[in-house]
């Protein structure tokens, strides 16, 4: 059944949900020390699915924890032509990841999905580069199966982690025909260094210029170096921002970020109706300088 469909952007007819449904665990497997994927059958839900957007899963029956835990999804499964199922990539960091490792074929999950809006790439995009940081590399993969189904072949995928068992494999970054260049701060996987490493290489290529697409996903500190980086160049970025959420339509306003306006003030937004994929130039994080200026409310 089709929860009641709030005025979020990209969401423009109850076929596309979001639905609340118990979704049947198909597969729930390890690919790295601390990273699983989770294969869910929903037939339903999976159609509606586009390239950016989220779920909102109840990983517990307990009531630790009581919300629920948004989660980028990761691709879409199809069969015979049709889209059947999806899957997340998640880290097991708490009680209700744990819950999620735990989950055999069969059991069932109560979701609510698809939300937020979904990438935007220009018509004529020809490269891209898409950057991720830790578990930020969640929805990497369902991004550039989305670019290469509109032609674009010349696609890296900038991937950064701690170390090696924060790394997973390139196979499940990205898909076949993707470039996958890995950092590690302690240089365990890949070379030893930060994402933005891997871009300024690919600047030195000639490999990231104005016009190509680029989206990026992870925590502040790597949209903030990102962000600096690519700025003064004038190359643009899109980012799928994570922030806590209570109930991932809007209703609870309990993940607010800040973002510049065309005039230079600030506003409130909300990551779950207004994104979660914002301009990285826009947002205003903790720290930065214009920060100080005078916030207004959400319209």
Not at 112 to 141: D, F, Q
Not at 235 to 248: L, P, Q, R, V
């Amino acid at each position: 059944m089709a929860a009641a469909t709030p005025s979020a952007p990209g969401v423009a007819d109850p076929a596309r949900g979001p639905f609340c449904l118990e979704a049947e665990v198909l597969e729930n497997r390890r690919i790295a020390p601390l990273s699983w994927i989770l294969k869910l059958h929903a037939p339903q839900l999976a159609p509606a699915i586009r390239a950016g957007q989220f779920v909102n899963i109840h990983t517990s029956p307990s009531i630790v924890p009581l919300l629920r835990r948004p989660m980028s999804i990761h691709r879409v499964i199809h069969s015979g032509g049709s889209a059947h199922g999806f899957c997340v990539l998640y880290d097991v960091v708490g009680p209700g990841t744990r819950h999620l490792s735990l989950l055999k074929p069969g059991q069932r999950l109560d979701v609510l999905g698809p939300l937020g809006n979904e990438v935007t790439v220009p018509a004529g995009t020809r490269r891209a580069v898409l950057v991720a940081g830790g578990v930020g590399v969640g929805p990497i993969k369902i991004v550039a199966e989305h670019l290469q189904e509109r032609g674009v072949r010349d696609i890296t995928v900038c991937y950064g982690g701690r170390d090696a068992d924060h790394i997973v494999p390139s196979e499940e970054a990205a898909p076949h025909g993707c470039r996958v260049m890995v950092t590690t701060d302690d240089g365990s996987a890949g070379r030893k260094g930060r994402v933005t490493d891997s871009l300024r290489e690919l600047m030195a290529q000639g490999r990231l210029a104005r016009g190509d697409y680029l989206f990026a996903c992870g925590p502040v500190p790597m949209f903030r170096a990102v962000r600096d980086l690519l700025g003064p160049l004038g190359i643009e970025c899109e980012a799928a921002t994570e922030e806590y959420m209570g109930c991932g339509f809007g209703v609870c306003n309990g993940c607010p970020l800040r973002q510049r306006q065309p005039d230079g003030t600030l506003a409130y937004r909300l990551c779950c109706t207004d994104g979660c994929i914002f301009p990285l130039s826009t947002l205003v994080f903790d720290g930065d300088e214009a920060a100080s200026q005078p916030v207004g409310c959400r319209p």
